[in-house]
Nanobody, 122 residues
């Protein structure tokens, strides 16, 4: 069993930055693929970024967001730069036992955090 706790969300102006953190506990963090998803009001949950043996990004965040992991701290980060109002959403961290799975699909993930709100004002 893996427990995931996100933090770092908040309110930021357009063009600003935030860093989300996802602390994992329960099993060895490095055995899992980790992903970030987001869900805006009235929209479906969408893939943002993932890290396994390499990193993956949605086209909408490439060049602005960076996913990274710290195996010592059992934490995965999402550095978000040049934020826009379209990035406003609840951001979820997720862990997948299958590191070689389809990491942009939420069905691949086995464990989810509770989410953290990111609001970008114009």
């Amino acid at each position: 069993q893996v427990q995931l706790v996100e933090s770092g969300g908040g309110l930021v102006q357009a063009g600003g930055s935030l860093r989300l953190s996802c602390a994992a506990s329960g099993r060895t963090f490095s055995r899992y693929a980790m992903g970030w998803f987001r869900q805006a009001p009235g929209k479906e949950r969408e893939f943002v970024a993932a890290i396994s043996w390499t990193t993956y990004y949605a086209d909408s965040v490439k060049g602005r967001f960076t996913i990274s992991g710290d195996n010592v701290k059992n934490t995965v980060y999402l550095q978000m730069n040049n934020l826009s109002p379209e990035d406003t959403a609840v951001y979820y961290c997720a862990a997948a036992r299958s590191r070689g799975g389809t990491l942009f699909s939420d069905g691949t993930y086995d464990y989810w955090g509770q989410g953290t709100q990111v609001t970008v004002s114009s």
